[in-house]
Every structure is written in structure tokens, then in C-alpha cells.
């Protein structure tokens, strides 16, 4: 990956923030009416209840995922990410991880891996919010914090959508962050100072969830799945071409040296 300006962003802050209010429209207007239909569609087409019930469980997502006591502590200084039981997942061996959990196939089982991938972000962003705020990154521009704000909220109903279809489903909903994931972006997040790092970071998180769901959509049974899934692959392409922005870089899929690729490649789909 090319290394970042010197300064935070080639623009001003004017132009993030009117890229945000366009990016905060886009998925008000386009993207979360389409992730509702997808969920209603989905649990509907699986048996799981009626269009105004699938509806209704996903709206009623956050307050759910939020009662299954998904936290984020912190531990000698740092932030961990953990799930229900406040276990550390940054001690979770991947390769011992049972996930997605035991009993979950198809198309349910990638919810709960794109439930997980979701967390994460949320995690990340929420950590990069409270560094920020604690004064640990150097000053951050107002309009950098709304944007790492609106990103966040916005991760938080994709994964309340993923977790509706399992909940309809009766199957437990997702509050862990992947456990594959979760180490590494750990042992990352402890080495970031400035907002360049933190961007450089969330780059990468949203470019792993945007290319696995460009490569699970594949892999869904039903068009309702390939339906939710591809309403929220695109969002995901919105962050990162706005962070790519932040960062004074070209705004689009790219290789490790900054050369612009026409498609979207999947190498680091989980």
C-alpha cells in the first residue's frame, strides 16, 4: 500500500463532509430500504415469519444486540473486543475458534461469519472514536469523527440485519467480533498514533468484509440472500473509497503498491 500524504486528506474538510452527507443519503434513501427488503425476503422465504415481522425484527435489531451484551473492554490501556461473556477474543487460538457456531449451514452460517464481520467494524470504529476523543491520535478533524461515526452506525445495522435473519430463524444472534480477525486487528489497533494509521486499518477491515461478501454472494442458495448481501458489498465500497480520500490516495480498489485495479479482486475474502 502506498504511504499516505503528509497531510490527513488532499481535500479540505468541506468536501468530507458533503462526501459523508452523500454517503449517509445514499444509504438512507438506496441501501437500508434494500437491506429491509432483503432480511423480510429472506426470513420469509425460510419460514421464519411474515414480511411485516421480518420487518419489525430487524428494527428492533440494535436494541436486541445490544441486550446480548456485546462490549468492548479495556485492558492495560488497550481496547478488546469481546462478545457476550466479556471473554478476551484476542486469546482465542483461530484455528481452535468453532465458528460459525455448531448447527448453522448455508445460508445461515454466512450471516453469522457477515454478523461477525460487522462487529468487528464496529469494534474498530468504536475504539478509533475513543482514542481520538482520550487524545491518543493527534488532532482529528471534526468532520473525520462524523464520518468514522456515521460508518459505525452504519456497520451496527448490517449486523442487525444479519442477526434478524438468524433470530427469525431461532437461532442466537452474533455479538462476537470474527475470531479469526479479531487477534490481528488487536495487535494492530495497539500500534496505531496517528488518524493516518487508524484509516490505514480501517481500510483493510472494510476491504476484507467487502470482498467476502463479493465472494460469499456466490455461495448464497436463495436470491433473497444474494439479495441482502448485495445491497450491503456496495456500502462497504463507499468506506473505503472514502477513506482512501482521508488518506490523499486514489479513491478506488488498488493494489498493495497503489496501482488502480478495474474490478474488485477477493484475496482477502474470509
Known sequence: MTKPSKELFAGTESELISMNRDLEDLHNDVGLPAMREGVAAMIEGMGGGTRATSRRTFLLGAGA??????????????????????RRLASVHPEAAVFPPAGLKGDLAVAAVAASLENLAVFAYSAGLSAATAGKLGAVPPAVATFAT????????????????????????????????TPTVQSDFAKVTDIAGLAQLAITLETIAAQ???????????????????????????????????LGMYP????????????NPTSMAV
Open 65 to 86: 444486540a445490544a441486550a446480548g451484551g456485546a462490549a468492548m473492554m479495556v485492558v492495560g490501556g488497550s481496547p478488546v473486543m469481546a462478545g457476550a461473556s466479556t
Open 150 to 181: 456515521t460508518v459505525k452506525g452504519q456497520h451496527q445495522q448490517h449486523a442487525d440485519a444479519w442477526n434478524g435473519v438468524l433470530r427469525s430463524n431461532h437461532k442466537a444472534a452474533v455479538t462476537v467480533t470474527n475470531p479469526t480477525l
Open 212 to 246: 467476502t461478501y463479493q465472494a460469499e454472494t456466490s455461495m448464497l442458495k436463495s436470491k433473497a440472500a444474494i439479495g441482502l448481501s448485495s445491497s450491503i458489498q456496495p456500502v462497504e465500497m463507499q468506506h473505503i473509497a472514502i477513506l482512501y480520500y482521508v
Open 252 to 263: 478506488g480498489a488498488q493494489t498493495s503498491s497503489g496501482m488502480p485495479l478495474a474490478f
